[in-house]
């Protein structure tokens, strides 16, 4: 498979993986904030291109492999995640594969999220951790290679005429919101699942699918 020059794999100062991408050739960036990689990266096999932060986390007596790029953003007024995000775009990538966003501080998760929800129209984000992959649904989209996966549709805002099909418990102009009726551990009964919105933003996570899958 060929590189995709515009696909970046993005490490945080989340939970470890407990297993790393292998396609790495896909990817025309490596990056993990420092936290990320002072936490846990440095013990895998994968060198960054960039670790990218306030260095608030950086290790001194850690070796840096010498390929790899120190990129030191002190603004206070985003986070590691966000500040890694835009550096990234600048250098052109659209697309991100993000490891270590959820687990340990629940507070980092959802301010995680908090930039997800403001970059996904301009970008293409896939989190994946120990547990599940997640991201934001385009108002429409197809998910592929899914059978028998357990699939959740949680709406971060109220998300209107929504219609998903390829699950056990399918939704037809729907209208869900976090105080009222949501998709939880539905189930995906054929190989691909279609979402269609008109208006929301959808947080989409899928049960035991990971970036080798």
């Known amino acids: 498979m060929t590189m995709q020059s515009n696909k970046a794999l ?3 100062n989340g939970e470890p993986p407990e297993r790393y991408p292998s396609n790495l050739e896909n990817y025309s960036f490596i990056a993990a904030t420092d936290g990320a990689y002072h ?9 960054p291109n960039y670790i990218i932060g306030d260095l608030d986390s950086f290790d001194k007596s850690r070796t840096i492999p010498s390929r790899t790029e120190i990129i030191h953003t002190p603004d206070q007024n985003k986070t590691d ?3 890694a995000i ?3 775009a600048n250098k052109g990538a659209k697309k991100f594969d993000i490891f270590g966003a959820s687990g ?4 980092h998760f959802l301010g995680n999220l908090s930039v997800a929800m403001h970059y996904y129209h301009r970008f293409d984000f896939t989190f994946y951790d ?9 108002k429409q989209q197809t998910i592929y290679d899914i059978k028998n996966h357990i699939i959740s549709f949680i709406p971060m805002s109220k998300v209107t005429n929504l219609t998903i099909t390829g699950v056990k418990y399918p939704l037809s102009n729907a209208t869900i919101t976090l105080r009222g009726f949501i998709s939880l551990r539905n189930k995906a009964i ?5 979402i269609s919105f008109k208006n929301g933003h959808l947080l989409v996570f899928v049960e035991n699918k990971s970036i080798q899958d």
């Open 10 to 12: 993005l490490f945080v």
């Open 86 to 88: 835009l550096f990234l």
């Open 130 to 138: 120990n547990y599940c992959q997640f991201f934001f649904s385009k």
């Open 104 to 107: 340990h501080a629940s507070d």
């Open 39 to 47: 936490n846990y990266l440095y013990t895998s096999p994968i060198i």
């Open 81 to 83: 995640f966000e500040k």
């Open 190 to 194: 054929k190989n691909y699942v279609e």
